[in-house]
């Protein structure tokens, strides 16, 4: 039996003031599902993608990433660990010292993919996204909506098994926000799981979703 992407039990979690966000956080994601969890401003949805990311520690609970139980302190092993989590938002902001095509690039990079086929998908992607005009500018040079759309594109670009996206529709109108639920209508079709973290639920259903919401410290 496969291990889940991700499996969180009974975590407690502080905000940096001290006090506890989660209680008793609990979440798990088969590979090839996806979940929605949705909760109001300081909920905690932002801190779900910091734990995943390796920026911020529980208190207590156990975490397992790809079926490995994750070391507090084992940095190495949270570097391997994030090459198999493409992110939108949240702790996925693009590297303001990189070019567009840069930012995109990384994932695949970070794998070692043979330059040939970084630069047939790359391009692709810009194309698909919009975004080739601009493949040359830094991110302080985007738009809100040029620069969700480039992290788009790097959450695509390498198939990565699971995706988060922490308030993708924020700052975006109803057009381009529905473009960004086309990808993980996509996304989910072609066997990557998604994370979204939202306020809201999206206005498309995700194929192979649950919904949970944020509720006193846990999810139900």
């Known amino acids: 039996m496969q291990s889940p992407l991700v499996d969180l039990q009974h975590l407690k979690v502080k905000n940096p003031r001290g006090d506890f966000v989660f209680t008793d956080l609990c979440l798990t994601i088969e590979a090839g599902k996806s979940v929605v969890v949705t909760g109001p401003a300081g909920s905690g949805k932002t801190m779900i993608a910091q734990l995943l990311a390796g920026l911020i520690r529980p208190m207590e609970g156990e975490m397992e990433l790809f079926g490995e139980p994750v070391r507090p302190r084992g940095k190495r092993q949270w570097r391997k660990l994030r090459r198999k989590i493409g992110g ?45 005009k601009v493949a040359t500018h830094h991110p302080g040079n985007l738009t809100r909506v040029e620069t969700m759309l480039c992290q788009i594109a790097r959450a695509s670009i390498a198939g990565q098994p699971l995706v988060v996206l922490d308030e993708p529709s924020s700052g975006l109108d109803n057009q381009t926000y529905l473009h960004v639920c086309e990808f993980m209508v996509k996304a989910t079709v072609s066997g990557q799981s998604l994370l979204l973290l939202s306020s809201d639920p999206p206005p498309r259903e995700i194929p192979a979703s649950r919904q949970l919401r944020i509720v006193n410290g846990h999810l139900e």
């Open 88 to 132: 939108v938002g949240g702790p996925w902001e693009l590297i303001p010292s990189l070019s567009v095509t840069e930012n995109v690039l990384l994932p695949m990079i970070a794998m070692g993919e043979r330059p040939h086929i970084q630069k047939e998908r790359l391009w692709k992607l810009l194309g698909e996204f919009g975004l080739t």
